[in-house]
Nanobody, 115 residues
Framework: QVQLVESGGGLVQPGGSLTLSCVASGNIFRLKNMGWYRQAPGKQRELVATITTGGTAIYADSGKVRFTISRDNAKNTVYLQMNSLKPEDTAVYYC?????????WGQGTQVTVSS
């Protein structure tokens, strides 16, 4: 059984930075492309960044330039470094496989960008 636990969210001022972490239990982490998704109030969940099993990073337009995704297979952990945060980045952030696997969704971590 795979569990994904996200952490690192919080309240940050516009222009600030946060680094999110997602720890995966189970042995299949290394076999999956992983991604960070986010869901803002009243909006659909969207994929913002993907990292392949080989370490290639792919970004949606919303994550280009400002976000950096990485993974540490030894720690079963995927990270999302977010810089120059904007109020429109406010959302609950989740990690999951890409494409997502429904039963993997965790609780997410709230990111609020506000002055």
């Amino acid at each position: 059984q795979v569990q994904l636990v996200e952490s690192g969210g919080g309240l940050v001022q516009p222009g600030g930075s946060l680094t999110l972490s997602c720890v995966a239990s189970g042995n299949i982490f290394r076999l999956k492309n992983m991604g960070w998704y986010r869901q803002a109030p009243g909006k659909q969940r969207e994929l913002v960044a993907t990292i392949t099993t080989g370490g290639t990073a792919i970004y949606a337009d919303s994550g280009k330039v400002r976000f950096t995704i990485s993974r540490d297979n030894a720690k079963n952990t995927v990270y999302l470094q977010m810089n120059s945060l904007k109020p429109e980045d406010t959302a609950v952030y989740y990690c999951n496989a890409v494409p997502f696997i429904q039963r993997y969704w965790g609780q997410g971590t709230q990111v609020t960008v506000s002055s």
